[in-house]
Every structure is written in C-alpha cells, then in structure tokens.
C-alpha cells in the first residue's frame, strides 16, 4: 500500500513511491535526520537506482521482514538504511523500510 508521499524531480527518470510502513518509520525520525534520508533518495534514487555504487548495494541472499519484490536493494545514508526494490517497467522505486543501523550491527539484524 502506497501514501501519498512521493519524491519527483522534473528531470527524474524514476518515480519514488514511499509505502507506508517506511512513511511511518521516517515520521519516527528526528526533522534533521528525516530530511537528510529523503534528500538523499531523490538524490540517489531517480536516477539508475538498480546500480550499485558506494552507498547502493544489492542485497540478493536478503531476507527481509517487510513486503518486496526480490532483489531489495539498500541505500546508506548515514546511519540509516534506505531499503527498497526497483520495477523497471513502471520506473518506479519502492521505498519499503528506513532503518538506524548501529556500529555493532549488522544489515541482516536491521531488517
């Protein structure tokens, strides 16, 4: 299930849609914090999201707690983890879970 909160730019080649298990995880997040993530996902996530770079990885043996489409992806910002599956035929990115991810832990024990 989708709210409607969406990340655009006008010159985006990807729609983000945020679910709303993730809207209710970032309206949990401190306003700084909060605002860092979303301008990292529209800046890292309308264009070639399906692309690993330094803070993009695919995580294929993952299996998550929330509802995706295998392969779920992560986006580091920060502390946090942006976790999210890309439909290529839509263009859309789906942002399904924001997590804090301590030092001490894993990705695996975040999700």
């Not at 990807?14 to 990292?40: T, W």
């Not at 976790?83 to 789906?94: N, S």
């Amino acid at each position: 299930m989708t709210t409607g909160l969406r990340i655009c730019n006008s010159m985006a080649m990807y729609r983000v849609e945020v679910v709303q298990d993730a809207e209710d995880e970032l309206a949990k997040i401190r306003v700084f914090d909060r605002n860092l993530i979303l301008s990292e996902i529209k800046k890292q996530l309308t264009r070639e999201p399906a692309t690993p770079t330094r803070r993009r990885k695919r995580l294929d043996s993952l299996t998550p707690s929330f509802e995706a489409v295998p392969p779920v992806w992560e986006l580091r910002v920060s502390d946090w983890r942006v976790f999210y599956d890309v439909d290529e035929a839509d263009r859309i990115v789906w942002v399904r879970a924001v997590r804090p991810k301590p030092p001490d832990k894993r990705t695996e024990d975040i999700v």
